[in-house]
């Protein structure tokens, strides 16, 4: 099953997400490679006529984590279409994009039962010229309004009631001209009830951010978390 943006793609087809199509695509940075990597790819591919200008996209491949992804890889429990982890952000992208959430801009949608699990791919467009606020964090300090306009960007999701499955320094983009972006939205959704999701969310960040900092990756302080709050 392909659900894609037909403003972006005149029609989507398995070739879209076939990474032997992309052999010399690179790969995102941090990104360790092999069959999983995420990658940078210039649509259409050679051989593939579009009547539309070429596009710059992401396309990722759904892997487990953890101890459990040692043993299923890239499968998923099959549950219904609409319930595939694909499915679920393609629609919460295409929500956010729809109102003016800096978040990418979900292109297509991949998923591929086999019997009772399944894999799955999600191609958005390329956000150009922003890195992880790690990255930028790891060559100097962030100063007090760049920590603040980062609080913005999350607060944006928070008001909009969007949460985050897994805010921490790396989901989080900055690019020349400050402006912060949030992607990865696998297992995203948005949400109706109290205030906690929203304090624990920024919890995680935090522990992110005193992460890299310990390891020596990073610059940050507490006046940089008073200026994001």
Sequence with gaps: VILYDASLLDHATPVLFDRSAWAGAPRAPGDSGGRGATLFIDWPPPGVETSRPGQHWVLRHYH????????????????????????????????????????????????????????ADLVTVLMPGVEPLSTRLGRAPLPAEGWARVGACIRRFHDAGVWHADLNAHNLQISGADEVFLLDFDRGRRRHDGPGWRRANLARLRRSLDKISRDGRARFDEAGWRALE
């Design 64 to 119: 487990r984590g953890g101890a459990v992804g040692r043993i299923l890889d890239d499968g998923f429990l099959w549950l219904g279409e609409e319930r595939t982890r694909a499915m679920r952000e393609w629609r919460l992208l295409a929500w956010m994009w729809s109102r003016g959430l800096p978040s990418p801009r979900p292109v297509a949608a991949h998923v591929r039962r086999r019997g009772l699990t399944y894999t």
